[in-house]
Structures are given as structure tokens and as C-alpha cells.
């Protein structure tokens, strides 16, 4: 008998007098879909961004709300046209500094924390367009709100790079002043498509 064979010998032992649990109807792990993206927006706006919500027919006015005149960047596979924006084509780091705005889509919206996460498919672009400009205009889809954290990673491929945005870059310095924008977009704008 291997040593692994004996202690769970002792353990099975241990538990013959132990009554099963009462079994109880579990309750259904994922809420209403409306609560989950009404909670994917309080939470979203929690972290200081700014949630609009529109159709997907109003979609291309609400980004050109939410840019106002800022000049911006998009992938090459938004799936949208967006009225003066320049197509990353490999954009150098100092071309991305002189552009005000990004605007690209989510992989993923996590209702519980507020959390969208980028998996740079073409319609999010490569990591550098979503961090360098100072506003992020990110589109998610109601559909793509999930629930929590688990949830979100059974959908994503971790080979891929991934980005976790919750809110607008934020960091604090030794007496605890808050500062935005320093790793990242100084403002989040997320449009939430109904």
C-alpha cells in the first residue's frame, strides 16, 4: 500500500460516521442578463468612466459623441467607420503619442467587477493603441457581459495578450494623491451596446 492509498484510507475512515450534506437545489449561477450588464455599468462607472449606452443602429454617433474632436487611431478590424480616424498600420510610438484617442472593441465585459478585457483580435488592435492615446473609447456589447472572473476566462485564449481595464489608468504617489493617466488612457469611454 502506497502512502497516498493509506492516507486516504484514514481519511475515508474519518468520514464513515459523517451524514451527507443536505442537498440543496443550487441557484442559478448566472443572473438575468439585463441585471448583468445594469451591474456592468454601475461598476464600469464606479471606476470614474464614462458608460453610454446605445444601439448598435446609433452606434457610429455615439462614437463620434464620445470623441468630440479628439483626432483618433483605430485597428484595422473595427467593423466601423469612424470620420477622420487613422488606421494603425504599425504606428510608431511617437505617431501614437500625437494622437488624442483609440477606439476599439472588447473580447469581454465582466459584469461583477467592471472589468473589459482586450485580447487584440483586429477589431481591438495591438497593445500599444490602447494604452498610448488619452482616451479610450471601448465599445462592448451587451452580449459579451458575463457574470464574474471565471466566467471571462473560460471565454479568453491564454496564449493571446490579454488587457484587464478597470477604469481609466490610475496610480498614486507616496502621500496618496491620485493620478490619472500615467500607465494608460487618462479617460475610459465606454459605449455599451444594447
Do not use: K
Not at 111 to 127: F, S
Request: charged share 20%; net charge negative; with cysteine.
Amino acid at each position: 500500500m502506497s502512502a497516498r492509498d493509506d492516507i486516504l484510507g484514514r481519511v475515508r475512515a474519518a468520514l464513515a460516521d459523517v451524514s451527507p450534506a443536505v442537498s440543496v437545489p443550487a441557484a442559478p449561477r448566472v443572473p438575468d442578463r439585463g441585471d448583468l450588464v445594469a451591474l456592468f455599468d454601475e461598476r464600469v462607472a464606479d471606476y470614474r468612466a464614462v458608460v453610454t449606452r446605445c444601439t448598435s443602429d446609433g452606434l457610429q454617433e455615439a462614437v463620434a459623441a464620445a470623441l468630440g474632436p479628439a483626432r483618433a487611431v483605430v485597428p484595422p478590424g473595427l467593423g466601423l467607420e469612424v470620420a477622420g480616424a487613422v488606421v494603425d498600420d504599425g504606428l510608431s510610438s511617437a505617431e501614437l503619442d500625437a494622437i488624442d484617442a483609440v477606439v476599439t472593441r472588447a473580447a469581454v465585459g465582466i459584469a461583477e467587477t467592471g472589468t473589459i478585457v482586450l485580447d487584440h483580435q483586429p477589431d481591438q488592435g495591438r497593445r500599444a493603441i490602447s494604452l498610448v492615446p488619452d482616451l479610450h473609447v471601448c465599445i462592448v456589447d451587451a452580449s459579451q457581459v458575463v457574470a464574474d472572473v471565471p466566467d471571462a476566462i473560460a471565454l479568453l485564449d491564454p496564449a493571446r495578450p490579454l488587457t484587464w481595464i478597470s477604469g481609466p489608468s490610475a496610480t498614486s504617489d507616496i502621500e496618496l494623491d491620485r493620478v490619472e493617466g500615467v500607465h494608460g488612457p487618462r479617460t475610459l469611454h465606454v459605449l455599451l451596446v444594447t
